[in-house]
């Protein structure tokens, strides 16, 4: 009895420790980003694209990336949405009885969240190459959506496999049809299960650099049609804390702190709606 005591407490003890040191460094970086970016954050940097001489430290602002950010993460999980919604009403309706083609579906899509997002990149620029296509935010948006298809997916099937299969034998004992069963029972009952993923996804994909430094390109302007190159926050980033101008370092952290800002928010409501619906009901 002991040994087990001792065991028990080694492990919360770790557990403890784990934690503190993940939160002291989640606020350690916080607090550099705030510290450093805070200062250059203005109504300016929100409102404005660069002008002539931004990345030199003069005027303008960063609102091609935010805007870029915006359509292509939107993009991309609408692209991944048509997919992923249907992939896995598919493997837990139409598919829930064979067990051995679900769990290879679940192999794959497990192979395939763990694969880098620089890989996908990669993959996404020799396809352009392939067809002729320049980077663009249509490349980047396909390029983005292949990188978040696993994780939308994933997240859906965690969420509909705890249907009661007693819900879905009622539904068929009523004459609904699969596809009946899958659009207006399955997704109904699973509906907030379905936005928490796409938050996370969105999350995801708008904070990612790898999967678009060669796809999307970068421009000083707000894109108006998909085969423009577009600007985001994290390429943003990137170039800005290259420049050896220290005005310029100072707004890369300005940037990393709008895109911080939105990813804790989108972190905060995934929370919010994980445990809200944490049981699934029918409304």
Known sequence: MKIKKLEERFFYLLMILSTSFLAILLLFIVSIIIYKGLPSLSW????????????????????????????????????????????????????????????????????????????????????????????????????????????????????????????????????STKREVAFKVVTRQCFPGIITAVLLAFGRGIGDVAAVLFTTGYTDNIPTSLMDQTATLPLAVFFQLGSPIPEVQNRAYAAALILTIIILTISVVTRFLSRKYHKTRIN
């Open 44 to 175: 300016e940097m929100l409102s404005q694209t660069p002008k002539g001489g931004y990345y030199l430290g003069r005027e303008g602002g960063l609102l091609n990336a935010i805007v870029g950010s915006a359509y292509l993460a939107s993009g991309a999980v609408i692209l991944a949405l048509s997919v992923s919604l249907p992939l896995s009403l598919a493997m837990n309706v139409h598919l829930r009885n064979n067990k051995r083609i679900i769990n290879s579906i679940r192999l794959i899509l497990d192979l395939l969240w763990g694969i880098p997002s620089v890989v996908y990149g990669a993959f996404g620029f020799t396809i352009m190459i392939y067809l002729g296509i320049k980077a663009s935010l249509l490349a980047g948006i396909i390029t983005v959506s292949v990188f978040i298809l696993p994780i939308m997916v994933r997240a859906m099937d965690e969420v509909m496999k705890n249907v009661p299969f007693t819900l879905l034998e009622s539904a068929f004992s009523l004459g």
